[in-house]
């Protein structure tokens, strides 16, 4: 008996996946990230073939893929994770009280826990004909073969339905020879994600390619008595066809659920945790119905998959609480975007650009300065950031006279212009830390079925590492996957260790006062024990950031550079940037340098535009010693290879220049005295510039300050680089004092709220100026307390790292391996 009990303990649970489909497969691979040996798994799907790709076979359909071109997991895939797979046998039974499911061919296999993804079927307009040979729907393999097949000895196709699957249906017949005319109840195309002007532009464009369009007609039967002939429409007149697709809706598939007693209504209904009414069962995909809502889009579904399995693995702390949606569609030649509702209100405002030249419109429908809905034709990649607005309910007044334009809030990426990146050549380079290009990311995506940016990430290295190519990734996997991308969710996990965003991490190291990694690992029940390269990095800055009175810093935790305390270089070697404070330097300190690149033999010196001099090819086991030479001279860290605080670039302000209103050079020194030194969650830049006339480009740095005749104005999140954005106005003060107080108070503002690789810019914009002006500008109280903490943190920060490691710390970073015979 204890041998009996003794094997049950160690013998897995027995999980069933009825649904062979995207959602419920996706399920599977979440699942076995988080819990890989949990279940013995068993797979039934009603297609013959292996999890596919369904929203690409349009480009099937199209002829600019195959079908082996679309499947996502092979049936090697399931062997080796040991899944029994059982295709082109679906499930017509389930025994609750059993706990079993009964196939077609009579197989029965018992179950702990049960998933369902039976998706949708499409519907067919109960009319006379309408079960006639060559009246089909457009949902599987199926279909598209019996498409290509019609199109082969057929010549007229009619498509009735022109929303997006249908379009995309119409288009591949027409590619494929057909004489192709779509049938449309409504008087405009994709009602349901198109404004009447975007509606009339698609229409015009797909008339140029060469398809008919009946708009407000409504079909009254179907012609033929073998076959499909034609169809007959309400007024009375007819149209010939001999093949009738359509597409003018989904149902979802609950047939079998409600065969079983589970609760139905529009579809599957399951609670929060994608559960049924029987909490053995759960479901996923185009069958449920969550809370009165029912999806068609992949991105969805997808997360529907991560709150599954999050349960399926007994974490118990996901959540699914309903999605907004996005829909590009899919049609060669057309670039189409919406989102959101777009549609105007009573007490909506709307913003439209339009220029029928280039074919081109935008329209952004507010609601109290934030984003509702979107509706985009012609120039569709700031989409996935308008969508992001949407979600995540920014407040736009700070940039709203720009916002039609496009993003502008990516700084320095290095690696293309965001905006236009379908345009880029395959050979451009998208990720320059690992060195990957479009053509890599674009490859991965299409050959491994890729629909996240954390599945780019692992098999691309494109975004892995400093991140700030994160925004041309996400557009390209946006341009490339259309509606199946899968977007950030409102709240995007730190890594795939945690379900917790950046924000929960936050907050939860200041209200539980955790001051430790390995008690935040466990405080929020982290999947992995250690971390990872991507929240570990992220935690040990948050840490720092709120407690640096008794957070103790982990070297291990950072990326090279920082732990090197130099910036390597394409051939191994680094640069060495010592600080000079706001620029200015003396004959003995310029002496100082010569003579130390002259000792180590440093092959080149560059004067930068932070106004320091960089000295390149600097061996690392000749770091320390350099280092102790320039301490010795006066000189400490200038942090140019650390997510820190830079440099702060000046002019020659009133001492000097006959334009200067101010004493801009000595206030530079001031304000790098104080900020010098400081961790931040990304590179940090200040100016101060003497004049309007802004040489010191202060209007483009994180932190600027524009000297005037009566005082200084203040500006905010302005970066350069290869999408320039001009900073907000903060306000204007009369003192230094006042400038170096609301200096302290905004850095420290940004160092405890913004997530970590998030530059001043993207932060400003997404929490808002307003915000950042009742925290700094409304609430003094508040403001003299943050730039307290800040100078308080700035006393274990202003320790120079040069001067350490000179004296021996560290040692183990900088001596070279012994290779022994």
Known sequence: MQKILKQRKFMKERLVLVGNGMAGVRTLEE?????????????????????????????????????????????????????????????????????????????????????????????????????????????????????????????????????LLGLEAANGLLLNGMDVTVVHLMDILMERQLDKTAAEMLRKSLEDKGLKFLMETQTAGVLGEDHVTGLRFADGSEIEAGLVVMAVGIRPNMELAQKAGLHCERGLVVNDTMQTYDPRIYAVGECVQHRGQCYGLVAPLFEQARVAANHLAKMGIARYEGSVTSTKLKVTGIDLFSAGEFNQEEGDETLVLQDPARNLYKKLVLKDNRIKGAVMFGDTMDGTWYFQLLREGTDISAFRNTILFGQHDLGDAGHGDETRVAALSDDAEICGCNGVTKGDVVNAIQTKGLFTLDDVRAHTKASASCGSCTGLVEAILSS?????????????????????????????????????????????????????????????????????????????????????????????????????????????????????????????MKVTGGQRIDLFGVKKEDLPPMWKDLTDAGFVSGHAYGKSMRTVKTCAGDTWCRFGTQNSTGLGVKLEQLTWGSWMPHKFKLAVSGCPRNCAEATIKDFGVVCVDSGYELHIGGNGGIKVRVT????????????????????????????????????VERVGLAYIKERILEDEEGRKALCERFRIGQKYAQIDPWKERAQGAAAHEFTPLKITA
Not at 524 to 548: I, Q, S
Not at 735 to 744: D, R
């Open 31 to 163: 699942l076995l990230k988080l819990a890989p040996e949990a279940y013995d798994i068993t797979v039934f799907g009603a297609e013959p073939h292996p999890n596919y790709n369904r929203i690409m076979l349009s480009p099937v359909l199209a002829g600019e893929k195959t079908i082996d071109d679309i499947i996502l997991n092979h049936r090697e895939w399931y062997a080796s994770h040991g899944i029994t797979l059982h295709t082109g046998d679906p499930v017509v039974e389930i025994d609750r009280v059993n706990c079993k499911v009964i196939s077609e061919s009579g197989l029965e296999v018992s179950y702990d826990r049960l998933l369902l993804a039976t998706g949708s079927n499409p519907f067919i307009i109960p009319v006379p004909g309408s079960d006639l040979p060559g009246v089909i729907g457009f949902r599987d393999i199926a279909d598209v073969d019996a498409m290509l097949a019609a199109a082969k000895t057929g010549k007229k196709a009619v498509v009735i339905g022109g929303g």
């Open 480 to 604: 490339t996957v259309g509606e199946g991308y899968e977007a950030k969710p409102s709240k995007k996990p730190v890594c795939g260790c945690t379900e917790h965003s950046h924000d929960d991490v936050i907050t939860a190291i200041a209200e539980h006062k955790l001051k430790d990694m390995r008690v935040v690992f466990e405080h929020l029940e982290w999947k992995t024990p250690d971390g990872c390269a991507a929240c570990r990095p992220a935690l040990n800055y948050y840490l720092l950031a709120r407690w640096p009175e008794e957070y103790q810093d982990d070297p291990q935790s950072r990326y090279i550079n920082e732990r090197a305390h130099g910036n390597i270089q394409k051939d191994g070697t680094y640069s060495v940037v010592p600080r000079m404070f706001g620029g200015l330097c003396t004959p003995s300190d310029l002496r100082a340098i010569a003579d130390v690149c002259d000792k180590y033999g440093v092959p080149e």
């Open 728 to 763: 907000d106005l903060l306000c204007k003060v009369d003192t230094e004092q006042e400038v170096l107080e609301y200096c302290g108070a905004f850095t420290q503002m940004y160092r405890e709220e913004a997530h970590y690789l998030e530059r001043t810019a993207p932060w």
